[in-house]
Nanobody, 123 residues
Framework: VQLQASGGGLVQAGGSLRLSCAAS????????IGWFRQAPGKEREWVSC????????QYADSVKGRFTVSADNAENTVYLQMNSLESEDTAVYYC?????????????????WGQGTQVTVSS
């Protein structure tokens, strides 16, 4: 099982980025995928999650209305569309996965983690 996060970069405040989480070794419709982020000096925090097999999606309050998570089961890839980015969104973003029947915001429920992709929002 492998997860590969990509799509990070440098963007101005108010801009957009789309992150990708490519999965291999399993099919997305059997897994829950979570997005987490970690800013310098801060703990890793949950951003969003999706369980495409049951249509479960959740967002942290800090990103609700700005971020959209989606899954392309044919491509075995989960996307995180991030709009109206703010400097507070600057962090390394990670995707994580596990066989969960629901979409979970708890990082200790995910066994498999990608390597992270840096998102930097300049103000």
């Amino acid at each position: 099982v492998q997860l590969q996060a990509s799509g990070g970069g440098l963007v101005q405040a108010g801009g957009s980025l789309r992150l990708s989480c490519a999965a291999s070794g399993f099919t997305l419709d059997t897994y829950a995928i979570g997005w987490f982020r970690q800013a310098p000096g801060k703990e890793r925090e949950w951003v969003s999650c999706i369980t495409s097999g049951v249509g479960s999606i959740q967002y942290a309050d800090s990103v609700k209305g700005r971020f959209t998570v989606s899954a392309d089961n044919a491509e075995n890839t989960v996307y995180l569309q991030m709009n109206s980015l703010e400097s507070e969104d600057t962090a390394v973003y990670y995707c994580a996965g596990d066989v969960l029947p629901w979409c979970s915001p708890r990082r200790n429920e995910y066994v498999y983690w990608g390597q992270g992709t840096q998102v930097t929002v300049s103000s």
